[in-house]
């Protein structure tokens, strides 16, 4: 398709567990982020990679957030030893150019649901 | 620090009457703002954006906002309201940051539209 894809839509996990959440994004764009949605929130910055470089993790919540984009395209963000306050929606966005333009638009996927028991 | 606060939570309205989602920003620079819209279980689409152009902006599905610095407000309408514009909405200012232009969302509007 088209579009930003992200799997699995949603994850049902332990406390405890280690996800995997993955995004592909729009072929060609160079710009990647990762947005946290809590219930009833609006989405917040995680992690931004050019290319396969991450150049930004500020809003990763802890050492237990990792993310990496080794070829520049596929995206995973990994989340280690889950605790319940991970529940969340997890946004993937890409954009086209370098992510210092700030008209560009950035493209989202419908996210991952994640919840942690 | 930039940021944008949305009014209200929660607007309720008639089909066929007008929308008015309202946002004001904070910014020590000419900001870039959007307007983003979530059906539910779906990801964040564009409605508008500005980015220091003209100060009346139109988006998509009949949507428009208007920059007002005087008043630091960035307010979203529509002139008449439809069933299918039933969503949450997000007004988004873009923050310089380290290179690249990080989104920072408000909290969102559900817009609750009725019969």
């Known amino acids: 398709g088209a579009g930003v894809s992200q799997s699995p839509r949603y994850k049902v996990a332990k406390r405890g567990q280690d996800v995997a959440l993955r995004c592909d994004p729009i072929?060609?764009?160079?710009?990647l982020f990762w947005y946290q949605q809590a219930l009833g929130q609006g989405p917040e910055f995680l992690t931004y990679?050019?290319?396969?470089?991450?150049?930004?993790k500020s809003g990763l919540p802890s050492d237990r957030f990792f993310a990496e984009r080794p070829e520049g395209s596929v995206s995973t963000l990994k989340i280690q030893r889950t605790q319940q306050e991970d529940s969340a929606v997890y946004l993937c966005?890409?954009?086209?150019?370098?992510?210092?333009?700030?008209?560009?638009?950035?493209?989202f996927g419908d996210g991952t649901r994640l919840s942690i028991l | 620090a930039q940021s944008v606060t949305q009014l209200d939570s929660h607007v309720s309205v008639s089909e066929g009457t007008p929308v008015l989602l309202r946002c004001n920003y904070s910014s020590s620079y000419s900001p870039s703002l959007f307007w983003y819209v979530q059906h539910p279980n779906k990801g964040l689409q564009l409605l508008l954006k500005?980015?220091?152009?003209?100060?009346l902006v139109k988006g998509i599905n009949g949507f428009e906002a208007e920059f007002k610095k005087s008043e630091t407000s960035f307010h979203l309408t529509k002139p008449s309201a439809h069933m299918s514009d039933a969503a949450e909405y997000f007004c988004?200012?873009?923050?310089?940051?380290?290179?690249?232009?990080?989104?920072?969302f408000g909290t969102g509007t559900r817009l609750l539209v009725s019969p």
């Open positions: 966005a890409s954009s086209q150019l370098q992510g210092g333009y700030s008209n560009q638009p950035q493209h």
């Open positions: 072929s060609g764009h160079v710009s």
């Open positions: 988004v200012v873009s923050v310089l940051n380290t290179g690249f232009q990080k989104l920072v």
């Open positions: 500005y980015t220091s152009a003209a100060t």
């Open positions: 990679f050019q290319n396969e470089a991450q150049l930004d």
